[in-house]
């Protein structure tokens, strides 16, 4: 489950609006497609978890440090590693070893665009708001695991703040919307086709 907590007020031309509309349908299946998606998970659960979200942010990230406009641009928004923080948590000695393989996304095919990657990173900085609510529902349940990835109790709500203004200060134009908008469709794509039941054409109705 990736929870996105978004606001309700958006003028219709607006990124976000667009961004949304774009991704609704598949951020609805992936909602009901994660592991931490049923009622009560446990940390074999979370470690599924990671272990996809770790084989589709690793090389994103890898690929978007490569950069330094648009959203990768230090003056607009603070870089940071969540993979690194993923890796401690599945380090984490509360973790059950083994899982299974999950394969890496192809970044070869993305494109490089600075409106595209701002779609890329709406959904990875989307995420970490749908970290914070599971955080919530599941800390307790889930401990002593300190769920680092998930915030540990802390709020993303200025980081994301932030990117909004970022987001809607740099992507203005319809074909920069557009672009955000296959960017955001790419992340997406590339996160469901990591879940194994989707994988397999079994995925959830």
């Not at 007020?9 to 497609?33: F, G, I, N, Q």
């Not at 603070?78 to 890796?87: G, I, T, Y």
Request: proline share 7%; hydrophobic share 40%.
């Amino acid at each position: 489950m990736i929870t996105y907590v978004t606001e309700h007020s958006t003028p219709p031309s607006d990124v976000l609006a667009s961004l949304r509309a774009a991704t609704s349908e598949k951020h609805a299946v992936l909602d009901r497609a994660m592991p931490l998606a049923h009622a009560a998970p446990t940390l074999v659960d979370y470690r599924d978890h990671l272990l996809i979200l770790r084989a589709w942010l690793a090389p994103l990230e890898t690929w978007l440090a490569g950069f330094d406009d648009g959203p990768q641009d230090p003056a607009r928004l603070p870089q940071v590693s969540r993979a690194d923080v993923l890796e401690q948590d599945l380090a984490d000695t509360a973790i059950p070893q083994g899982g299974a393989t999950v394969d890496n996304i192809d970044v070869g095919t993305l494109r490089s665009e600075p409106a595209y990657r701002w779609g890329l990173c709406y959904v990875i900085e989307g995420s970490q708001l749908g970290g914070a609510v599971i955080y919530r529902n599941f800390a307790e349940r889930l401990a002593p695991h300190p769920l680092r990835y998930l915030g540990g109790g802390a709020s993303p709500g200025p980081r994301w703040q932030q990117f909004l203004h970022a987001l809607r200060t740099h992507v203005t134009t319809d074909d920069d919307i557009a672009l955000a908008g296959q960017g955001a469709q790419r992340a997406f794509d590339d996160l469901l086709a990591r879940i194994p039941s989707m994988a397999s054409g079994h995925g959830v109705k």
